[in-house]
């Protein structure tokens, strides 16, 4: 088992460099994702050698071999919680079939493309979206193994999206973007009831801390929005994994 969750972060590790790629790209609005990487700085094209997943940032201690720029500390960050979000998936779900496994990195993987382009870039795109939401509907087709089960998460999904949609129409688009509406769709399908619920709650108490801790730190105005959707996505991650959990756990504390 150990052996194989080395793999599974070897195998995030080197997935997460190809979200590092896809998340800037996607940005800058690049078509060719699989285009050569190449250097920032200097734009000397990469070989091998400067690419292997966060032993090249450590090796050259964090600076480039051609011009010896700093290289974007970001790279190695998003490598490294990448490979740790597969081993937590495939630790979790380790009794599931392989296929359901997969569908769940697949899901993981545009959950952290989601948190970075929103952090780094204040951005949501409907690209990344979109095909989550396809694929987490496939993934909870096969989970339930019947249209019947998809009803929850259905209307999960429905009742998060609107309700975010009324938030962003009433805080008229400074509150919420609609980016979050988007967000707030994929979190309902892939959580269903009552999961969502432990989501929407988490996301909204440490988007209000930080908010709170941000403002006495003097780093935010009450008028500078941050942005929501790395909460969202931190507590969709939280409730996927414990939501059922962190609900018993909570009831038996109010019971008893
Ligand atoms: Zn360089």
Redesign the pocket.
Known sequence: MSGGLLLVFLIGLLVGSFLNVLIDRIARNEKFVFGRSY?E??Q?LLSWQDLIPLFSFIFLAGR?R??R?RIPFWLPVIELVTALVFVLVAWWFFELAWGLIFLGLIIASLLIVVFFTDLKYRLVYGIIIYPALLITLVYQIAIFGSWVGLISPLLASLATGLFFYLLYLLTKKRGLGFGDVQIGLLMGLLLGWPNIVVALYLAFLTGALTGIILIIAGRAKMKTAIAFGPFLVLATFIAWFAGGKLISLVTTCLFF
Do not use: F, L, T
Request: proline fraction near 0%; charge should be neutral.
């Open positions: 250097c700085s200097c000397h480039c051609y011009c720029a």
